[in-house]
């Protein structure tokens, strides 16, 4: 565990990342325009449930001190570092929610948050808007429940858990001009954010009952997932109507070229790349 997070502060205060913090990629995010509806305390954070062992790196490396339950967590600069089977969920001033995994690196802002490594849950209510920023670009969610990734080549995985839901390619260095690519997810959806974050991938269907049974994220604290109840209600119209269509669905997307095609009933188990 101590190797992680040696890795994850060495990666973090490199300077490829310090220059991608800096005013330049503000202001880049800042010309595209895209509207910010109930930005106001938005990410006042204040600490929930700690798993496992989470830690707060200070701006510009000014100490290290481990998360507990109940403080309030700085926004801008501060990084939140988790260790191998760790997690930290963190409650918004708004309603909302942000859930972090194990082997995360990830940096609150005024706006949303900063994802360099591992797996997020974000809860955004209804009217308000989220952005995610990966090494390169940045996406802005729209209000519905979402899991957020960071890819192995500087992109973002996006999953839709409670929708239809809009996200936006918001770019990064490079402006997305007026009209931004946009995406509107069905719950089960998943969709890459291309390095960039100028445009996004297609769009992918998962099996979004496994997902629900499997992930971390959602049943790994004591407290049920957000929206827990309805949750289950999409799982299950879903695979009512996947039943319609095909009784194969992706696991285990880790980049948009590497899919994995399952075929859950009928014949044994049977997967292959595409």
């Known amino acids: 565990m101590y190797s992680f997070?040696?890795?994850?502060?060495?990666?973090?205060?490199?300077?490829?990342?310090?220059?991608?913090?800096?005013?330049?990629?503000?202001?880049?995010?800042?010309?595209?325009?895209l509207p910010l509806r109930g930005?106001?305390?938005?990410?006042?954070?204040?600490?929930?449930?700690?798993?496992?062992?989470?830690?707060?790196?200070?701006?510009?490396?000014?100490?290290?001190?481990?998360?507990?339950?109940?403080?309030?967590?700085?926004?801008?600069?501060?990084?939140?570092?988790?260790?191998?089977?760790?997690?930290?969920?963190?409650?918004?001033?708004?309603?909302?929610m942000w859930r972090v995994g194990s082997?995360?690196?990830?940096?609150?802002?005024?706006?949303g948050g900063r994802l360099l490594a591992g797996t997020v849950l974000v809860d955004v209510p209804d009217g308000t808007a989220r952005a995610i920023d990966s090494t390169t670009g940045r996406m802005m969610l729209g209000g519905g429940l979402w899991i957020v990734q960071a890819t192995h080549n500087e992109g973002?995985?996006?999953?839709?858990?409670?929708?239809?839901?809009?996200?936006?390619?918001?770019?990064g260095v490079e402006s997305a001009g007026d009209h931004p690519a946009r995406v509107t997810l069905r719950p089960g959806e998943l969709v890459f954010l291309r390095p960039g974050g100028l445009e996004f991938g297609p769009v992918v269907t998962v099996f979004l009952q496994e997902?629900?049974?499997?992930?971390?994220?959602?049943?790994?604290f004591s407290e049920p997932a957000p929206r827990a109840d309805r949750l289950r209600w999409l799982a299950q119209a879903q695979t009512e109507r996947l039943?319609?269509?095909?009784?194969?669905?992706?696991?285990?997307?880790?980049?948009?070229?590497?899919?994995?095609?399952?075929?859950?009933?009928?014949?044994?188990?049977?997967?292959?790349?595409?």
């Open 39 to 96: 930005e106001v305390d938005v990410l006042t954070l204040r600490v929930g449930e700690v798993g496992g062992v989470a830690m707060l790196r200070g701006e510009a490396g000014r100490g290290v001190s481990v998360l507990r339950a109940g403080e309030e967590l700085p926004a801008g600069g501060a990084a939140v570092v988790t260790g191998a089977d760790s997690r930290v969920e963190l409650t918004a001033a708004d309603g909302g």
């Open 156 to 171: 973002l995985k996006l999953i839709c858990l409670d929708g239809p839901a809009e996200a936006t390619a918001a770019g």
């Open 5 to 33: 997070f040696k890795h994850a502060l060495r990666r973090l205060f490199a300077p490829r990342f310090l220059a991608l913090g800096g005013c330049a990629f503000t202001l880049a995010f800042a010309g595209t325009g």
């Open 211 to 220: 997902l629900l049974a499997t992930s971390r994220l959602l049943n790994g």
């Open 103 to 111: 082997l995360a690196l990830w940096i609150p802002s005024a706006t």
């Open 243 to 274: 039943k319609r269509v095909t009784n194969a669905f992706v696991a285990g997307a880790r980049d948009e070229e590497g899919f994995q095609l399952v075929v859950p009933r009928g014949e044994p188990e049977r997967r292959r790349d595409r």
